[in-house]
């Protein structure tokens, strides 16, 4: 079993820069991937970044440009930098991993950003 814990969350001016972070600990060594979604208020949860053991990335559209996912050499930790915010990025962010087909999440962390 893999605990996934996010911090780094909370409000921020439209313009401004947010680093999020999250730690997984346990048996880390079954991840194959691991992303960033967010669900926004009254919206589906959504994609946002991922990561492969490749080093691969993937981003939304929305994202694409302001947003960067990165990972720690051990692959124990990933990042979400994330810049020229907009209050659409508004939401609660969740880190998750993928192992055999099915995705696991944290808890969340909130993101708020003010116009």
């Known amino acids: 079993q893999v605990q996934l814990v996010e911090s780094g969350g909370g409000l921020v001016q439209a313009g401004g820069s947010l680093k999020l972070s999250c730690a997984a600990s346990g048996n880390v060594y079954v991840i194959e991937s691991m992303a960033w979604y967010r669900r926004a208020p009254g919206k589906e949860r959504e994609l946002v970044a991922s990561?492969?053991?490749?080093?691969?990335?993937n981003y939304s559209d929305s994202v694409k440009g302001r947003f960067s996912i990165s990972r720690t050499v051990n692959k124990n930790m990933i990042f979400l930098q994330m810049s020229s915010l907009k209050p659409e990025d508004t939401g609660v962010y969740y880190c998750?991993?993928?192992?055999?087909?099915?995705?696991?999440w944290g808890q969340g962390t909130q993101v708020t950003v003010s116009s």
């Open positions: 998750s991993y993928r192992r055999r087909g099915y995705d696991y």
């Open positions: 990561i492969h053991l490749s080093g691969w990335t």
